[in-house]
T-cell receptor, first 113, second 115 residues
């Protein structure tokens, strides 16, 4: 089975810090995604990538950037963390665009204080 | 554009009762449909998916869903609820047309199971 690993389950960071959330998948998937999940707002797409060194903005990219230097790794970067970025962050990957199911990581619950 | 509507943000059933979680979608081309489950503080896990072929799809944990094109629905059912089914459930749609093939998720339905 495909495994998507997020480096941290829980993180506490201070306002203004630069935060890196790491995601690694082990099945050579082309497509990777970052979502944030907040109560009552469902899943919101932040950024996605269909290939190495390629990135596209999702629905809520402001305050975030991403990096995909290797196929298996997709990093989400909070340039200057703010309290409104406290959330659950979910990484996902998929094989065929538009056809394949996504495989999700276990999530990182980030608290910015 | 594609969209997904899950009717009811919260559903409560008694243990042993039928579970019915509703999902309606809109798509201009034949859709691919998915149901996911999320337990507290975890990621989403695929329950089942419809791509082509048989419209009644069986998934894990005794769940199944039926694709009804005429009703643009993909409702999730389980004949007898267990306490362990308490979780949040997400319906999702994708196709090879709009949205670049990304999955579009519904807002989720939280299922509570009463003893």
């Amino acid at each position: 089975d495909v495994k998507v690993t997020q480096s941290s389950r829980y993180l506490v960071k201070r306002t203004g810090e630069k935060v890196f959330l790491e995601c690694v998948q082990d099945m050579d998937h082309e497509n990777m995604f970052w979502y944030r999940q907040d109560p009552g707002l469902g899943l919101r797409l932040i950024y996605f990538s269909y290939d190495v060194k390629m990135k596209e903005k999702g629905d809520i990219p402001e305050g975030y950037s991403v990096s995909r230097e290797k196929k298996e790794r997709f990093s989400l970067i909070l340039e200057s963390a703010s309290t409104n970025q406290t959330s659950m962050y979910l990484c996902a990957s998929s094989y065929l665009r538009g056809v394949s199911a996504y495989t999700f990581g276990s999530g990182t619950r980030l608290t910015v204080v | 554009a594609q969209s997904v509507t899950q009717l009811g943000s919260h559903v409560s059933v008694s243990e042993g009762a039928l579970v019915l979680l509703r999902c309606n979608y809109s798509s201009s081309v034949p859709p691919y449909l998915f149901w996911y489950v999320q337990y507290p503080n975890q990621g989403l896990q695929l329950l089942l998916k419809y791509t082509t072929g048989a419209t009644l799809v069986k998934g894990i944990n005794g769940f199944e869903a039926e694709f009804k094109k005429s009703e643009t629905s993909f409702h999730l059912t389980k004949p007898s609820a267990h306490m362990s089914d308490a979780a949040e459930y997400f319906c999702a749609v994708s196709d090879l047309g709009n949205q670049g093939g990304k999955l579009i998720f519904g807002q989720g339905t939280e299922l509570s199971v009463k003893p």
